[in-house]
């Protein structure tokens, strides 16, 4: 079974970074593109961007190009999802998608002074 | 990037009566490599995860209620409840999977009239 488990919630301050983690089981981890949602308090699902573990290849969505690093580490068939500077506009619900419509549980994030 | 534009951004319908939401594409999301449009619709319930309920346009998810249903290709789909059952109040997206950016359309709020 495919399942995607997401790292808990966090609270940062603004300024701070931030790395969230979305760890795979249930199939061939390099094999299929992992990407990840954003959605803001009461919003709609935008999506940030994308990577196929396997290369390492990375697109992004033009919104999230730059403000977000994506990357994995295939030897523990995790995605992470990153921040070096939150901003309180950062705050919101992360999930992870795989291809095949897999979807993580979230990750909430809360960006506040 | 493939643009998603859903009508309209909120409905509200009686129960036992039809809703109809349409989503447009602003490029045709069907693949010549398997006939197949690149099309998913989800529900999104307050505090969870989006569900799929549709993929490739019109293939039902399994367990999803026959009173769910898709339809269209190329750029223009729609979203049909045959009988509106209360349960069914939710936010719905289309989704694109054509393009490496899977895109959603902005959601429809679904209400009961």
């Known amino acids: 079974e495919v399942q995607l488990v997401q790292s808990g919630a966090e609270v940062k301050k603004p300024g701070e970074s931030l790395k969230i983690s979305c760890e795979a089981s249930?199939?061939?981890?390099?094999?299929?593109?992992i990407g990840w949602v954003r959605q803001m308090p009461g919003k709609g699902l935008e999506w940030m961007g994308i990577?196929?573990?396997?290369?390492?290849?990375?697109r992004y969505s033009p919104s999230f190009q730059g403000q977000v690093t994506i990357s994995v580490d295939k030897s523990i068939s995790t995605a992470y999802l990153q921040w070096s500077s939150l901003t309180a506009s950062d705050s919101g619900m992360y999930y992870c998608?795989?291809?095949?419509?897999?979807w993580g549980q979230g990750t909430l994030v809360t960006v506040s002074s | 990037d493939i643009v998603m534009t859903q009508f309209p951004d909120s409905l509200a319908v009686s129960l036992g009566e039809r809703a109809t939401i349409t989503c447009n594409s602003s490029?045709?999301?069907?693949?010549?490599?398997?006939?197949?449009?690149?099309l998913a619709w989800y529900q999104q319930k307050p505090g969870q995860p989006p569900k799929m309920l549709i993929y490739?346009?019109?293939t039902r998810k399994s367990g999803v209620p026959d009173r769910f249903s898709g339809s269209g290709s190329g750029t223009d789909f729609a979203l049909t409840i045959s009988s509106l059952q209360a349960e069914d109040v939710a936010v719905y997206y289309c989704?694109?999977?054509?393009?490496?950016?899977?895109?959603f359309g902005q959601g429809t709020k679904l209400e009961i009239k």
């Open positions: 989704q694109q999977y054509h393009s490496i950016l899977c895109n």
């Open positions: 490739w346009a019109s």
């Open positions: 249930g199939y061939i981890f390099s094999n299929y593109w």
């Open positions: 990577i196929f573990p396997s290369e390492s290849e990375t």
């Open positions: 998608v795989r291809t095949g419509h897999y």
């Open positions: 490029q045709s999301v069907f693949s010549s490599t398997n006939n197949k449009n690149l």
